[in-house]
């Protein structure tokens, strides 16, 4: 059995440490979410998706070891599990990823029937609130979602940058105005932006576990050149025989000794 590079070994030592820290974060964020989702209802799709990261950081970390002990012990059947297994890995990594690529479209609709069915808007939360504040904005699709109830969050401001349009004179915002001049409230609804917002989490998302699919395939590369190292045969030098040595034209120690 041949042996490693050393610069080999301790690239991919360097690349399973980054995957392992990675697996870590990873769990311990698992754990906080499911934590935080667990007081909360009707939670069962987030819940399962948090199952999912559990297998996956358990199975990675399992993986790092294997390589771990494969590439110091120089342990093939180690090093080839962590392979395939990092493979395997990367595969179902890149599928998830394709279907997500493909299915914004469907999430995008999927978020803006789940929000309409919240119309009509009665009472304001704090929540609604500091979006509309936030994303200055109001109501859904526009400030009518409101009707004559319109909170003080759709008021726009000095900083205000979106468009602004006046306030219905009969609605709630003129009953604790003394003068006469208008109201100007955030013209546009929340939800475009709000699910843009949604949708730009997404794509970080999968850009960031792309990013990391790509670091489990370079590991399963080094892994797979430090196997074919292994597996190389030594160089045995040839033995070459001299044409006295086949004469027989040496002396004996004996002979030597007798002639001093």
């Not at 999430?107 to 009665?122: D, F, S, T």
């Not at 304001?124 to 859904?140: A, F, K, N, P, R």
Request: charged share 15%; proline share 3%.
């Amino acid at each position: 059995m041949g042996r490693a590079n050393v610069w080999l070994k301790r690239t991919f030592i360097v690349v399973i440490s980054l995957i392992a820290i990675i697996s870590l974060l990873l769990l311990g964020f698992s754990l906080f979410s499911h934590g935080h989702l667990h007081q909360q209802e009707e939670a069962e799709r987030e819940i399962a998706a948090i199952h999912i990261m559990y297998v996956i950081a358990v199975v990675i970390i399992l993986l790092t070891i294997f390589g771990a002990i494969g590439v110091w012990k120089e342990k093939q059947w180690a090093l080839i599990v962590y392979a395939v297994g990092m493979i395997l890995s990367s595969l179902v990594m890149l599928v998830l990823n394709i279907q997500g690529l493909a299915s914004q479209s469907q999430v995008r609709e999927e978020l803006k029937k789940h929000y309409l069915n919240l119309l009509p808007l009665v009472n304001s939360t704090e929540v609604l609130d500091d979006i509309q504040t936030e994303l200055q904005c109001c109501g859904l699709e526009s400030y009518q979602d409101w009707k004559f109830n319109i909170p003080n969050s759709c008021l726009c401001t000095d900083k205000s940058t979106n468009p602004c349009v006046a306030a219905p004179r009969n609605s709630s915002l003129f009953n604790s105005q003394k003068g006469n001049g208008p109201i100007m409230i955030y013209e546009k609804g929340c939800l475009p932006y709000f699910i843009e917002t949604i949708m730009s989490v997404i794509r970080t998302v999968l850009g960031v576990t792309m990013g990391i699919m790509l670091l489990w395939m370079l590991s399963a590369v080094l892994c797979i050149a430090i196997l074919c190292q292994l597996d190389r045969k030594k160089d045995t030098p040839a033995v070459v025989y001299s044409a006295e040595a086949k004469a027989g034209n040496y002396t004996t120690l004996t002979e030597v000794s007798d002639h001093s």
